[in-house]
């Protein structure tokens, strides 16, 4: 960070560098944080003995959906407070970014990366950095002054629940965030991306059942007729997995295949080139259309000679 400027770019290379010039006061204060920060930001929970932490973070699901951190972020700080025995602070709806190093002072918009990568030069700014007195001011004001009998300030007041936490991680399962460039990519090009479905059926062999032909109802041995059910089960249900040449010419391999590997293979095509949104469904952008076309074909290549229904269709969004 150029200490010369007061108008800046809030990358997380200049807030690392705040958190890790600190020597004797820290606030950070964000919706939520990168990997990265907060990586630098849980080793500093080592110096507590001599450096005053103070973190005031947002606990909703949404603030991970809309791109302001990763999720992966918060556990770590909350693995590293826990073991420096340091309360972590909630403030619902926080959606501004401060960093207090001893007596600097950096304010910053927080970047939705759903929408935007973010600057990396200062001559796009979106922070201020001060200097001097008015770090007193706003610490105090985040409850971080420890030079009074007063802890509590204007934010930050209520400790960071582990339940508020736990039911905001269920939430990210249940619906979790879209990877941020393929979220920018929805929200600009609207028209580059395709609804699609993947669905695979009458893929389970080893639960096919058949009925047996109407002539063995014709036996009359009451032995035998009680030896004998009215459904024929698929061999595959006593054979298990089937070996299958994957590949042409000396990229060929054999695989064992069975009804897990046909649902862990299609999950894996899914996943790399579809993407859920919520309310809507399943999309793909169509400039991996081709691919997706690809390998679904490869897909049914491989599973041959057993017959499955496969169907990639796509409609025009």
Known sequence: MDEDRTFTVATDAAVISLIESAKRRLVVIAPALSRAVSDALAARFDDLEHLDVRVIVDADAEVY????????ALEVIRDAASRNLLDLRVQPGVRIGVIISDDDTMVFAPISKNIEAGSDTAEKPNAIVLRGASADSIARAAGAQTDDDSTSGEIGNAALDPAKVAAMQTDLERNPPARFDITRRL????SRVVYVEFEMSGFSLSRKQVPLPDDFSTVSDANLQAQISSRLRAPM???GAVEVMIGDGNDAKAVK????WLRKERKRIEDLYTFQ???FGRVILREDRKDFDAAVKSFLSKRRPRPIDLAGSGMAA
């Open 277 to 279: 949104i919520d309310k």
């Open 237 to 239: 249900a006593a054979v």
């Open 187 to 190: 929200q600009v090009f609207s």
């Open 257 to 260: 295949v069975d009804d897990a």
């Open 65 to 72: 959906r809309l791109g302001f951190g990763e999720r992966e």
